[in-house]
């Protein structure tokens, strides 16, 4: 099956400073990669698209400025989260969509706590 | 607009005995249908998905889903259900003529197998 994995998969920092995940698309292509966000016992809540090679499209209420995306390459994604503050902690899941199938496939998540 | 709708916010079942677990969808044209399932503080593991064709799919671990157009559902099923089986599990839809866009989540259901 497809693997996405993400790095890292736990982070502790202080607030102010910023965190960057890496979304990665192991077995496939993905022109096209999403950031979600995960409140504990919640669904999902996506924050952006990710389309290689031009700018992310954020969802309504997510502040493009605080939270980086660039998408460099057909296997790689990465959310920078700027001047982090404690209530930026969370689970952050990352997905690649694959074409062949039409599936996306989520990566491990990644557990940032802001102290 | 699309949205998802599980009606269940846990669902109990003995191991053993057969389980279901709800799932209805609202999509402008014809949707794409799957079925996510998530482990403590892991991401979301792909289980099936209906895109065309038979209306019951089969999918990973012995799960399977009957979609139903006139009901706008697709619930998921499995014979016999295994301590295992305990998690939190996922629908998601999308419009067949969206290619590439996020998936829509459903809120989330408990399943809790007891021995």
């Known amino acids: 099956g497809a693997v996405v994995s993400q790095h890292p998969s736990r982070v502790i920092c202080k607030s102010g400073t910023s965190v960057k995940i890496e979304c990665r698309s192991l077995?496939?292509?993905?022109?096209?990669m999403f950031w979600y966000r995960q409140f504990p016992k919640q669904s999902l809540m996506l924050m952006a698209t990710?389309?290689?090679?031009?700018?992310?499209?954020?969802e309504q209420g997510v502040e493009k400025d605080k939270f980086l995306i660039n998408h460099a390459s057909l296997t790689l994604s990465t959310l920078t989260v700027t001047s982090a503050h404690p209530e930026d902690s969370s689970f952050y899941i990352c997905?690649?969509?694959?074409?062949?199938?039409?599936?996306?496939?989520f990566g491990p998540g990644t557990r940032l706590l802001v102290l | 607009a699309q949205s998802v709708a599980q009606p269940e916010d846990q669902v109990n079942v003995a191991e053993g005995n057969p389980l279901t677990v709800k799932c209805t969808y609202s999509?402008?044209?014809?949707?794409?249908l799957f079925w996510y399932v998530q482990y403590p503080n892991r991401g979301l593991q792909f289980l099936l998905k209906?895109?065309?064709?038979?209306?019951l799919v089969k999918g990973s671990y012995g799960f399977e889903a009957e979609f139903n157009k006139s009901q706008t559902s697709f619930h998921l099923k499995k014979p016999s259900a295994l301590v295992s089986d305990s998690a939190l599990y996922f629908c998601?839809?999308?419009?067949?003529?969206?290619?590439?866009?996020?998936?829509?989540f459903g809120k989330g259901t408990t399943l809790s197998v007891s021995s």
């Open positions: 997905s690649a969509f694959r074409e062949l199938g039409e599936t996306q496939y």
């Open positions: 077995d496939f292509q993905a022109t096209t």
């Open positions: 990710s389309n290689e090679g031009s700018k992310a499209t954020y």
């Open positions: 999509v402008s044209g014809n949707p794409y």
């Open positions: 209906y895109i065309t064709g038979d209306n």
């Open positions: 998601a839809v999308r419009d067949i003529w969206q290619a590439g866009t996020a998936l829509i």
